[in-house]
């Protein structure tokens, strides 16, 4: 899971799943070192156009007579309606603001188009263009004091505060968040306090995870127990954020039994940590809520990593003649199939990827807060210069928002489970169902007979729905595609109050993902309801609400939230 910010103007066609998928290797390949490669892609940039005296002197001719008409007032470039960057009004009623405007329009679509008609190799072309569009980002007009209109105003209704706030920030950015504005103020939230808060008790801890149980909120609830595993990058409580955007308390609230695993943050010295013990451990949670609620089969939910981990899981007891423990499956946006070599990231080549596992390798784990990062860079415009915009250029105070403190709230993945995913994801093992297996077990998903619910975001760009919707494919059961209109983090965080929410589905999943999304229908409000309808369609009988935490082998440790969320 990763960076998010609040959905806006959301369109289901959502973003382009090669481009999408290659992202998600290269950010897992790069960490750590995208500056390096950045660097290094723009030598090679200016060393191409250095190459190409024609094709540059041809946009530099077009771009002068486009300049030409801009400071005569006669240019009839225009942004993007959608672009909300440009929304301040003095934009085009301004003289100077909009010709400021439409110069930044035309430099940066004379270089888009530049690059984008030279005559090179297509895995060239895409580490040009990462550097050509970080270029455009960053040179935005919206991100310098002196060019953004809403710097002025800001300074005049404050008095000056505005600007002394701004500088203020940048200096704490240098100082304590790597030169990068934070998303987030981190001193509006507390775990336990306004996150996390529904009530539960640890009732089992090892050192891998501690498995929580959940206060019923129903007189009565489904015998059949739901499950969750959250995923190993940031921490389980997106799944129980504040009350009103808590899956897990609507989950209560509609009479299921719930349990959550709470991964351990890992420090170096469990580098050795790898797919097979937190596929183990997800088992072993299993046997734990069955024990406690008489041997009844579990309905297992996976988000993101956690999903990979619950499908595997699954796949795993399968091979062993033991998925009678298991009563259904849900996966939210998780992707078990994998980008064909073509597609990959145009940073993740061998060499990346090589020298990515060498550093995590060397540390024993990979940072969780490096990974934001890297992921952040793949968005500039929305998880950078935003906030650039907002915290310096503006003067404003990073904004209270859940979402941004969660995802600032991140874990490291161990070195050994860096190195199964990138084997999984680039290697496309998953689908194979080969040379893959687990303490002598196979891993095949096809194995799996059980029902399966699979939630995907149509802006998500870390799990591309398109890739989640192969993925469902995968299985030869049942199954249940739900494509949500918001991006990785929003999709599953969708209450029933929401008036935003929306969601797709169509019930041929024959078709390929293009013509999936074409037949789709729009249907308004949240999934949540939908998913509790289907749990309820594939649970037990409705007993008497339990009143007791645990029983007589597993007793409360602590009360939820639990000691593993805590750690940093």
Not at 314 to 334: E, H, N, Y
Request: aromatic content about 8%; glycine content about 6%.
């Amino acid at each position: 899971m990763e960076a998010a910010v609040p959905d806006q103007d959301i369109s289901p066609s959502g973003d382009s799943s090669p481009r999408a998928l290659r992202d998600l290797t290269g950010a897992y390949a790069f960490v750590g070192s995208r500056w390096g490669e950045a660097i290094a892609s723009g030598g090679e940039l200016l060393k191409v156009l250095a190459a190409h005296p024609i094709a540059v002197a041809r946009a530099q001719a077009s771009l002068s007579l486009e300049m030409a008409r801009i400071a005569v007032g006669r240019s009839r470039l225009r942004p993007d309606p959608s672009d909300r960057r440009f929304a301040d009004p003095a934009w085009q009623e301004n003289a100077v603001f909009r010709r400021v405007l439409q110069g930044y329009l035309a430099w940066s679509s004379a270089l888009l188009e530049l690059v984008h008609g030279l005559r090179v190799g297509a895995d060239q072309r895409r580490r040009l263009l990462f550097v050509a569009e970080h270029l455009v980002a960053a040179g935005a007009p919206t991100n310098l004091f002196v060019t953004h209109p809403g710097f002025y105003d800001a300074a005049a209704r404050s008095r000056g505060g505005s600007i002394v706030s701004g500088v203020r920030h940048v200096l704490e950015d240098l100082r304590h968040n790597r030169g990068l504005p934070r998303q987030v103020d981190k001193t509006a939230f507390r775990i336990g306090h306004n996150l996390a808060t529904t009530e539960g008790a640890v009732i089992f801890r090892n050192e891998v995870f501690e498995l929580i149980q959940y206060s019923p909120r129903t007189e009565t609830v489904d015998s059949q127990p739901v499950l969750v595993c959250p995923p190993q990058i940031n921490k389980y409580y997106v799944l129980d954020l504040s009350p009103e955007k808590s899956f897990i308390r609507h989950a209560l609230e509609s009479g299921q039994q719930v349990f959550a695993i709470s991964w351990r943050n890992p420090t170096a010295a469990k580098r050795d940590w790898d797919l097979a013990t937190y596929v183990r451990s997800t088992a072993r949670a299993i046997e734990v809520v069955r024990e406690i609620t008489d041997e009844q089969p579990v309905k297992l939910l996976g988000a993101c990593a956690g999903g990979l981990t619950a499908a595997v899981t699954a796949a795993w007891l399968a091979g062993q003649g033991q998925q009678d423990k298991i009563a259904c499956l849900s996966l939210l946006v998780t992707m078990l199939d994998s980008p064909r070599s073509r597609r990959l990231a145009r940073v993740a080549d061998e060499t990346a990827v090589t020298a990515a596992l060498a550093r995590s390798q060397f540390s024993g784990v990979l940072d969780g807060a490096d990974m934001a990062r890297t992921f952040a860079w793949l968005r500039p415009n929305e998880l950078i210069w935003h906030f650039v915009v907002n915290n310096y250029v503006l003067g404003n105070e990073p904004p209270a928002f859940d979402v941004l403190y969660w995802n600032s709230d991140t874990t490291r993945l161990p070195a050994a489970l860096h190195a199964d995913l990138l084997m999984i994801y680039r290697n496309n093992r998953l689908r194979s169902g080969r040379d893959f297996a687990i303490d002598g077990v196979d891993i095949d998903i096809r194995l799996i007979d059980r029902d399966v619910f699979v939630v995907a975001g149509a802006r998500d760009h870390i799990t591309p729905w398109q890739a989640c919707y192969r993925s469902m494919q995968m299985f030869r059961s049942n199954m249940r595609f739900v494509l949500g209109s918001a991006g990785h983090v929003q999709s599953i965080l969708c209450p029933p109050d929401d008036d935003n929410a929306r969601f797709y589905v169509n019930d041929d999943y024959s078709l390929d993902p293009a013509a999936w999304r074409r037949g789709a229908h729009e249907q308004r409000g949240s999934w949540w309801p939908a998913w509790v309808r289907w749990c309820e369609s594939h649970g037990g009988e409705r007993i008497p609400a339990p009143t007791v935490y645990g029983n007589d082998d597993y007793d409360p440790v602590e009360p939820a939230p639990g000691r593993y969320v805590r750690q940093i």
